[in-house]
């Protein structure tokens, strides 16, 4: 059994009640903890998790299994539902353990929570749960401070970028309109951020934040990758977007690798 334990720097102000000590750990374990549901080891027989601890009102840490790095051991993988997940717990300074799964040989133990092999996934009140909206919209009613959401007219901007992104990232053909689209949506919403953020709810980041930044994490790296193509400077309010969310605390901690995101997304682009 190996592990390793670090302990990240985190700023707070001396002065806030609300500073919290952050501790993450790898840990390799036999068995699976006998409060949670019993489950099967990886093939090696090893089961990967990291632990995330925080001062919170939460008294036990929530389980969540996500994809697992396919580029670097023990490292969280590079899809974007997943960080949208993570991301919350983290703005909502909630303890976690997450669960890493190898999506491209699926152990045992991840098929009997979640039988259709999806991450991301859940534990509430001993019950698996999947979907990143659904997880999210417990997450809000179950841990309501500090609040997350955003009113209904604001949860759906910029919600057709990361399909218009698909769209581009897999065209073969520089004619056929997938490039507008895209840049259609995001100048929608540079306007929509030049005259409302500098979040999308104004001046505190919201779960709308929290779901369209991951999408535009693989967006900058997927099309610098493939397609030598990135925001123009004749959007800033896109990019200084971008940059304010990549540069939270909670992003840093949460994104996937560059090398995961590429190799990710070269299914699509040449599949």
């Not at 259709?116 to 997880?135: A, H, R, T, Y």
């Not at 505190?204 to 929290?210: I, N």
């Not at 939270?248 to 590429?262: C, G, Y």
Request: charged share 20%; glycine share 4%; proline share 8%.
């Amino acid at each position: 059994m190996s592990s390793a334990r670090i302990q990240p720097t985190v700023a707070a102000a001396a002065a806030s009640a609300l500073s919290s000590t952050v501790k993450h750990s790898f840990s390799f374990k036999f068995p699976f903890p006998a409060t949670t549901t019993p489950v099967a080891s990886r093939r090696c027989g090893i089961r990967r998790t990291l632990t995330v601890a925080m001062s919170t009102v939460a008294s036990n840490p929530l389980q969540v299994c996500v994809k697992a790095s396919i580029t670097v051991p023990d490292k969280l993988g590079d899809c974007p539902f997943c960080q949208r997940v993570l991301l919350t717990m983290e703005e909502k300074n909630l303890p976690y353990d997450m669960k890493l799964v190898d999506l491209s040989n699926k152990p045992e133990w991840f098929l009997k929570l979640s039988p259709e092999g999806k991450v991301p996934v859940v534990n509430f009140d001993d019950k698996w749960v999947p979907d990143s909206d659904v997880i999210t919209q417990s997450l809000e009613e179950k841990f309501p401070d500090p609040p997350l959401a955003a009113p209904p007219e604001k949860s759906s901007v910029g919600s057709k970028i990361f399909s218009t992104f698909i769209g581009f990232l897999k065209s073969k053909d520089p004619g056929d309109g997938t490039e507008q689209a895209l840049l259609n949506e995001l100048t929608s919403f540079d306007e929509y951020i030049k005259e409302n953020g500098p979040y999308i709810n104004g001046e505190k980041v919201s779960a709308a934040d929290l779901s369209l930044g991951p999408k535009l994490y693989h967006l900058e790296i997927a099309l610098s990758h493939y397609k030598s193509w990135s925001v123009p400077d004749s959007l800033p309010h896109v990019k200084s977007y971008m940059q304010a969310i990549f540069t939270m605390d909670s992003f840093v901690k949460t994104r996937a690798l560059q090398e995961d995101v590429i190799a990710g997304w070269r299914p699509k682009v040449f599949g």
